[in-house]
Nanobody, 118 residues
Framework: VQLQASGGGLVQAGGSLRLSCTAS????????LGWFRQAPGKEREMVAT???????YYRDSAKGRFAISKDNAKNTVTLQMNSLKPEDTAVYYC?????????????WGQGTQVTVSS
């Protein structure tokens, strides 16, 4: 599965950005789709995920500000980020997890930079 992310950029604190990730295959067969981020000098961390049953999960700092959704017809998963804070600055990666040919596989997109200025 190839994942193509887009939508990062520079925004002032309190602003909004919308990240999109398009998969090269039908996402209806993908167990979990999500967004992770990695700030300089820090480990990659989960931001939000959505599973095949449309259940969503968020890190505590994203709850109430971010919303993850998917469009099966467009094979796209989207992260709407509102009320952005400087601490949200990171490279954001799209992620897909699926059970394929008897084994779990994880795929990553190329990453998109999000910079929030104070």
């Amino acid at each position: 599965v190839q994942l193509q992310a887009s939508g990062g950029g520079l925004v002032q604190a309190g602003g909004s950005l919308r990240l999109s990730c398009t998969a090269s295959k039908s996402i209806s067969s993908i167990t979990s789709l999500g967004w992770f981020r990695q700030a300089p000098g820090k480990e990659r961390e989960m931001v939000a995920t959505i599973d095949s049953g449309d259940s969503t999960y968020y890190r505590d700092s994203a709850k109430g500000r971010f919303a993850i959704s998917k469009d099966n017809a467009k094979n796209t998963v989207t992260l709407q980020m509102n009320s952005l804070k400087p601490e949200d600055t990171a490279v954001y990666y799209c992620n897909a997890v699926l059970f394929d040919f008897g084994t779990w596989k994880t795929y990553w997109g190329q990453g998109t930079q999000v910079t929030v200025s104070s």
